[in-house]
């Protein structure tokens, strides 16, 4: 980690993590939990009940007014017209070469009012982008920091989150759907959103009352809190993308095998790019990797076949589910197939895997 | 506390003479700094080993870590245990979690590493 620990930024849970004894790490610019306990235990915790994670760190901006559709439109690469509000969708923000800037999830608020949902370390990047590309500057509006952030994930999510708001609150909650809870008078954008894979929900709230609703859901003996190390297990054996590791400004979603969340049929920032890439194609695609033990591959690690360098490792870890080294990697397109073996070496560790579809964990 | 009757590196292994030769581990701020252990490449029994070179790597679920040789000599006898259950490693790292024996020439030679005194010395500096 080259990252120094004065200068970090601190959560509005900053200390409850140092309570609850926490490793700190830091994390984008952030003095973040890495794990409280071990990464192990907190991932199949959350596998199996709940986990509770501090997410303040990441972004969150509004666009507003009467042109907010159509110009958000242009800015991602999710359809936004046809969204009904409440709903959620996945997205990207691409420069003109197609590269990704950002991941990110749009919120439908009302026809004049949408959230963007970014990451903690694009957050200043994004803002300039968006602010270059926009009509008006008044439209935009960064809440990163008045906004806290908290995710309750696993199959005992929807039960906590009814016992600590109100029964039934989750119900009709349907995947990528949110709604506003009143909470003691704390207005909390509930949604059906996540990044472990799991049945799941992500709070959004004045960032005054963190501390308060953090203590409200970590006082259920199911809950346990849950730091950056299982957050990223968690994410590598469903196959997320981590920005900054398996997908950046270098390449295209296509590349990153998300063209689902990449709508054609309309006009946006990066498309021209995109439709010279699906005409002249490109050599390397983003697959995810088992490997044969419990060693792992790290990231950077050169994924090798028949002697060649065929790719790079972008992500790996221990998958605590599967018991092995799993993890992402940006291979040549006539290895990106199922099952291909090959080796994931370093010059000095040379680790046995296959290639594999995401998700890693069925 | 570390345990007294040890001697230590400053690399954070250990070191236990048991009936003329030594045992290897390492200690309880190295697993705990290392989290969660995953892996473990053991040595090759009876091969020999120079002092400081790499007997072993540690995997663990964010990174892998070199343990070094506190000491020269033959590898007369691996724990095999860890094959199958690396994370004794963090449960007992100075008893169930040993990682192998060296028969050494000398075994005089362990009083070149440090004291458990020494060693908590040079983590309370390290902190």
């Known amino acids: 980690m080259s990252e120094k620990k004065y200068n970090l930024k601190k959560t509005p849970l900053y200390n409850k993590h140092i309570e609850l004894g926490a490793k700190m790490v830091p994390f984008s610019g952030w003095n973040m939990p890495v794990q409280y306990t071990s990464i192990i235990d907190e991932h199949i915790h959350t596998r199996t009940k709940a986990g509770l994670f501090d997410i303040c760190h990441m972004g969150e901006f509004f666009l507003k007014g009467p042109h907010a559709e159509e110009e958000l439109e242009r800015l991602v690469t999710c359809r936004i017209s046809d969204m009904p509000e409440g709903k959620c969708r996945y997205g990207f923000m691409l420069n003109e070469k197609g590269g990704i800037i950002d991941d990110l999830i749009v919120f439908k608020i009302s026809s004049e009012e949408f959230k963007l949902v970014v990451n903690a370390g694009t957050i200043e990047k994004d803002k300039k982008w968006i602010m270059s590309r926009i009509s008006s500057k008044d439209m935009f509006a960064d809440e990163s920091e008045k906004i806290a952030k908290l995710d309750i994930q696993g199959p005992l999510s929807d039960v906590i989150v009814d016992n600590v708001f109100k029964n039934g609150v989750t119900q009709d909650l349907k995947r990528y759907h949110f709604k506003y809870v009143d909470f003691a008078g704390v207005k909390v954008l509930l949604s059906r959103t996540g990044y472990t894979g799991e049945l799941g929900y992500e709070l959004f709230f004045s960032a005054s009352f963190a501390e308060n609703i953090w203590d409200m859901f970590i006082k259920s003996d199911e809950v346990k809190p849950i730091g950056l190390g299982a957050r990223d297990t968690l994410r590598m054996e469903m196959g997320y993308s981590l920005y900054g590791s398996d997908i950046d400004e270098n390449h295209s979603p296509f590349e990153a095998n998300l063209d689902k969340f990449v709508f054609m049929e309309k006009c946006f920032i990066g498309k021209d790019a995109l439709l010279k890439q699906s005409e002249y194609g490109f050599s390397r695609v983003l697959k995810g990797f088992v490997c044969e033990t419990r060693r792992c591959a790290r990231s950077h690690f050169n994924v090798v076949s028949g002697g060649n360098v065929i790719g790079e490792v972008t992500s790996g870890s221990f998958s605590p589910c599967l018991k092995k080294g799993i993890g992402l990697c940006r291979v040549e397109k006539t290895f990106a197939v199922q099952d291909t073996p090959v080796i994931l070496t370093d010059g000095k560790i040379d680790v046995p895997a296959k290639i594999k579809d995401v998700p890693l964990l069925k | ?127």
């Not at chain 2, 995953?38 to 964010?62: C, G, M, R, Y």
């Open chain 2, 1 to 127: 506390m570390v345990p007294q009757e040890l001697k230590y590196t400053k690399e954070h292994e250990w070191v236990r003479v048991e009936n003329g030769e030594a045992v290897i581990g390492i200690t309880d701020h190295a697993q705990s700094e290392l989290g969660d252990i995953t892996f473990v490449e053991l040595p090759q029994k009876d091969t020999e080993i120079k002092k400081t070179e790499a007997l072993s790597t540690i995997e663990s679920v964010k990174a892998a870590s070199e343990v070094y040789a506190p000491l020269s000599g033959k590898i007369t006898e691996v724990n095999e245990m860890l094959n199958e259950k690396p994370e004794i490693i963090n449960e007992s790292p100075y008893t169930k979690g040993w990682i192998c024996r060296i028969h050494t020439a000398d075994i005089s030679e362990v009083n070149t590493l440090l004291s458990a005194t020494d060693y908590e010395i040079y983590l309370k500096e390290n902190e």
